[in-house]
């Protein structure tokens, strides 16, 4: 059977100007050969900045969230295509604040990652409760859910990865428990299409939790977002990876 690969993916989510790039530049210096995928996904404005300033490495870039059309009259909007044309190999889909900012439902989400798909991108697909959720034991039965309308067909582990990020441990300094996280990833494990499926955890990583994070069966990297803007701390974060 094939293993997954391990993926670092760092979402910037609304931070970053062009001079923030010496971030990404700091990161592709201190990891020229990384031992697990590592994976940058900037806000638009530098997708392409950043593909160039780290072209030619194994760093890659990303997008954070893209149209499900592959073009036409969808003011503010970005195409998969065009995520791709800028230098992008990734992109994030149905990540809790989308979900919440704009109304995106699992159903939107399949449809933008087939998109992305078609595009020659691979969906990073969001997945996870909210606290209430969690607190009226509806964990399993919502992420699964999730997990059942958002992937589209053909999800493979050449072009999906899922990450499964709780909404009150985002952004908040507060985790689950390390078995309350394995609970989620072994229920993810068995239910992807694809048994090398990456199956990434998110929600306040950093470089003091990610070795335990790491160590648990069935979580094969981190979206990590705050601590991902800076390349000292996601480079600790990287390193845990590599070591796991
Ligand atoms: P934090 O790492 O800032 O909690 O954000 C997690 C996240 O939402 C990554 O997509």
């Known amino acids: 059977m094939q293993e997954a690969c391990k993926l670092a993916a760092g979402n910037w989510k609304m931070n970053g100007l062009r001079a923030d790039l010496i971030e990404a530049r700091a990161l592709a210096r201190a990891f020229p050969a990384p031992d697990c995928g590592v994976l940058l996904c900037p806000p638009a404005t530098l997708i392409a900045s ?20 592959a073009s036409g009259a969808h003011t503010g909007d970005i195409s998969a ?4 044309d800028a230098g992008a190999r990734h992109v994030i889909l149905g990540h809790s604040e989308r979900r919440a900012d704009h109304g995106e439902s699992s159903e939107t989400v399949a449809a933008k990652a087939q998109a992305a798909h078609g595009a020659g991108l691979v969906a990073i697909i969001c997945v996870g409760e909210t606290e209430a959720e969690r607190d009226a034991g509806q964990t399993l039965e919502v992420v699964m859910g999730q997990l059942r309308e ?17 909404v009150w441990a985002i952004g908040t300094g507060r985790t689950p428990t390390l078995e309350q996280i394995a609970e989620v990833h072994d229920a993810l494990r068995a239910a992807v299409p694809d048994a090398a499926m990456s199956l990434l955890y998110g929600g306040s990583v950093k470089p003091g939790n990610a070795a335990e994070i790491f160590a648990i069966a069935n979580v094969n990297g981190a979206l990590v977002g705050g601590a991902s803007l800076k390349a000292e701390d996601f480079g600790a974060i990287i390193a845990a990876l590599e070591a796991s």
């Open 50 to 69: 950043m593909a160039e300033a780290l072209h030619g490495g194994p760093i890659m870039v990303g997008g954070q969230d893209c149209h499900a059309a």
């Open 81 to 84: 295509r065009m995520l791709a």
């Open 150 to 166: 958002s992937l589209p067909e053909g999800a493979t582990a050449a072009n999906s990865v899922i990450a499964y990020e709780p």
